[in-house]
């Protein structure tokens, strides 16, 4: 028998006393295998352009201006997976859901055409980031190919959060190898032309694979539709406009305030000592970091999901420890081992400059992977119940850190931007962290109860 209104591990008996660690792992690892696939699209990306012309100056424009401002532009719909994932409980909740993500997803387009295709694109990039001046036309190419990201991101994102509600998880994992797969076909194809810009071919692999994706989606969430959603049984509270917004709106502030960051922290790169060094390698650096990160950023959703089931919380607090132990070895042995030379020198095609600079910065984030499990499990609790507002407070704690932390290095003008970038990440995930669990220790003692 299912686990009561939640289909994420089917095989899971009512009767079960405690949730165990096997059955989380089976939640947890298509999940984990979707993030880290996705996290991996990042480092390919940039390595492509590390081996075409011009490195320095595309990857600084990727990494500068063009995900920044994408990442912007889409942050009031990228935590539609878990709104999705907690509250489409019957048709009537998934119409609703629906409508909202369609006319979400077109706005927000309209909002990217606008800044990439007129002349607010040159106040964005030269007033607000000031970015150096050889990076701001060749990003306006990378941004413009990068007009269909929000509506695709809207889209699946949706969809993958009504297959991780009815049990079809692995369905996410599967389209993010989609992705990967339409992503490096694109990466290829640009470095064996090799005339191509950078900017083009990385926004273009990129763009590309989440058209992919959400394709996918689309098409792998019809049967779950017709033979699940359909037929649930109506929740006996309905969805209401009042509802979704109290769950919504603290969440959607928290991705936008969470996503203001990227241009800030651009916006100071540019402005402190090895500014254009520090450009170019953050995309690369930050991605590797991604990737050990991905593992925890991933636990969410399970956290949600599960802690419907009977007597889950010691089973899934003993998994957040053990997840968090793990993942802290993992950076650990890159950091003291010549693994993160060889990946940056070799796999992501570093010049010597460069490839020494990200290395030293690797130890500003030893703690990050760690956090990110622990953010997860804290945020995970608020969200299941509905005490998102918690959530919304310890972003805006992280963007206080984080423009303290920027403003102190500008003001100074003494340190590397990219050290100064990597404290601001690593010190506003921890101030986050110690949020969320002031927050959730009430919830999680009375679920415990």
Same mark, same amino acid.
Request: aromatic share 10%; charged share 10%.
């Given at each position: 028998?299912?686990?009561?209104?939640?289909?994420?591990?089917?095989e899971?008996?009512?009767?079960?006393?405690?949730?165990?660690?096997?059955?989380?792992?089976?939640?947890?690892?298509?999940?984990?295998? @979707?993030?880290?696939l996705?996290s991996?699209?990042?480092?390919?990306?940039?390595a492509v352009?590390?081996?075409?012309?011009?490195?320095?100056?595309?990857?600084?424009?990727?990494?500068?201006?063009?995900f920044?401002?994408?990442?912007?532009?889409?942050?009031?719909i990228?935590?539609?997976?878990?709104?999705?994932? *907690?509250?489409?409980r019957?048709?009537?909740?998934?119409?609703?859901?629906?409508?909202?993500?369609?006319w979400?997803?077109?706005?927000?387009?309209?909002?990217?055409?606008?800044?990439?295709?007129?002349?607010l694109?040159?106040?964005?990039?030269?007033?607000?980031?000031?970015a150096?001046? @050889?990076?701001?036309?060749? *990003? &306006?190419?990378?941004?413009?190919?990068?007009?269909?990201?929000?509506?695709?991101? =809207?889209? &699946?994102?949706?969809?993958?959060?009504?297959?991780?509600r009815?049990?079809?998880s692995?369905?996410v994992?599967?389209?993010t190898?989609? &992705?990967?797969?339409?992503?490096?076909?694109v990466?290829?194809?640009?470095?064996?032309?090799h005339?191509?810009?950078?900017?083009?071919?990385?926004?273009s692999?990129?763009?590309?694979?989440?058209?992919?994706?959400?394709?996918?989606?689309?098409?792998?969430?019809r049967?779950?539709? &017709?033979?699940?959603v359909?037929?649930?049984?109506?929740?006996?509270?309905s969805l209401?406009?009042?509802?979704?917004?109290?769950?919504?709106?603290?969440?959607?502030?928290?991705s936008l305030?969470?996503?203001?960051?990227?241009?800030?922290?651009?916006?100071? #790169?540019s402005?402190?000592?090895?500014?254009?060094?520090?450009?170019?390698?953050?995309?690369?650096?930050?991605?590797?970091?991604?990737?050990?990160?991905?593992?925890?950023?991933?636990?969410?959703?399970?956290? %949600?999901? $599960?802690?419907?089931?009977?007597?889950?919380?010691?089973?899934l607090?003993?998994f957040?420890?053990?997840? =968090?132990?793990c993942?802290?070895?993992?950076i650990?042995?890159?950091?003291?081992?010549p693994?993160s030379?060889?990946?940056?020198?070799?796999?992501?095609?570093?010049?010597?400059?460069?490839?020494?600079?990200a290395?030293?910065?690797?130890w500003?984030?030893?703690? #990050?992977?760690a %956090?990110?499990?622990l953010?997860?499990?804290?945020q995970?609790?608020?969200?299941?119940?509905?005490?998102?507002?918690?959530?919304t407070? @310890? %972003?805006? $704690?992280?963007?206080? %850190?984080t423009?303290?932390?920027?403003?102190?290095?500008?003001l100074s003008?003494?340190?590397?931007? #990219?050290?100064v970038?990597?404290?601001?990440?690593s010190?506003?995930m921890?101030?986050?962290?110690i949020?969320?669990?002031y927050?959730?220790?009430?919830?999680?003692?009375v679920?415990?109860?």
């Amino acid at each position: 028998m299912a686990i009561p209104n939640v289909s994420l591990s089917p095989e899971l008996p009512e009767s079960q006393a405690q949730l165990t660690l096997g059955e989380i792992f089976k939640t947890w690892w298509p999940l984990a295998l @979707s993030w880290l696939l996705m996290s991996v699209e990042g480092p390919a990306q940039s390595a492509v352009a590390a081996r075409l012309a011009n490195p320095e100056i595309n990857l600084a424009a990727w990494g500068g201006i063009v995900f920044p401002i994408s990442l912007i532009v889409e942050a009031p719909i990228i935590m539609l997976l878990p709104a999705a994932t *907690a509250l489409v409980r019957d048709w009537d909740a998934y119409l609703y859901l629906r409508r909202f993500m369609l006319w979400a997803g077109v706005i927000l387009t309209a909002l990217h055409i606008l800044v990439a295709f007129t002349p607010l694109y040159y106040i964005v990039a030269r007033v607000i980031f000031g970015a150096p001046e @050889s990076i701001i036309e060749p *990003a &306006r190419w990378g941004l413009m190919l990068m007009t269909p990201w929000s509506w695709s991101i =809207a889209y &699946r994102r949706f969809n993958q959060g009504v297959m991780i509600r009815f049990g079809h998880s692995r369905a996410v994992g599967t389209g993010t190898i989609v &992705r990967l797969v339409a992503l490096s076909s694109v990466l290829a194809l640009g470095y064996w032309i090799h005339t191509i810009p950078g900017i083009i071919v990385s926004a273009s692999a990129i763009a590309t694979g989440v058209i992919c994706e959400a394709i996918y989606a689309g098409l792998r969430v019809r049967p779950v539709l &017709r033979n699940q959603v359909r037929v649930a049984p109506r929740s006996a509270e309905s969805l209401t406009l009042r509802r979704f917004l109290d769950f919504y709106i603290p969440l959607a502030l928290t991705s936008l305030l969470l996503l203001l960051v990227q241009p800030i922290g651009s916006a100071a #790169l540019s402005r402190m000592p090895e500014a254009l060094p520090s450009l170019a390698v953050w995309p690369v650096i930050t991605g590797l970091i991604f990737i050990m990160r991905s593992f925890g950023v991933a636990y969410n959703e399970v956290v %949600v999901a $599960l802690l419907d089931a009977p007597n889950s919380k010691p089973g899934l607090l003993r998994f957040t420890q053990i997840l =968090a132990v793990c993942t802290t070895l993992l950076i650990l042995v890159f950091t003291f081992t010549p693994l993160s030379h060889l990946w940056f020198s070799q796999i992501s095609a570093l010049p010597p400059q460069l490839s020494q600079l990200a290395e030293r910065g690797l130890w500003f984030a030893l703690l #990050l992977p760690a %956090v990110n499990v622990l953010q997860s499990w804290y945020q995970g609790n608020l969200m299941h119940s509905k005490a998102t507002r918690g959530i919304t407070e @310890s %972003v805006v $704690l992280y963007m206080g %850190v984080t423009f303290v932390v920027h403003f102190a290095g500008v003001l100074s003008g003494r340190f590397t931007g #990219l050290y100064v970038g990597l404290l601001a990440l690593s010190l506003s995930m921890l101030a986050q962290v110690i949020w969320l669990w002031y927050r959730a220790r009430k919830v999680i003692k009375v679920s415990a109860g």
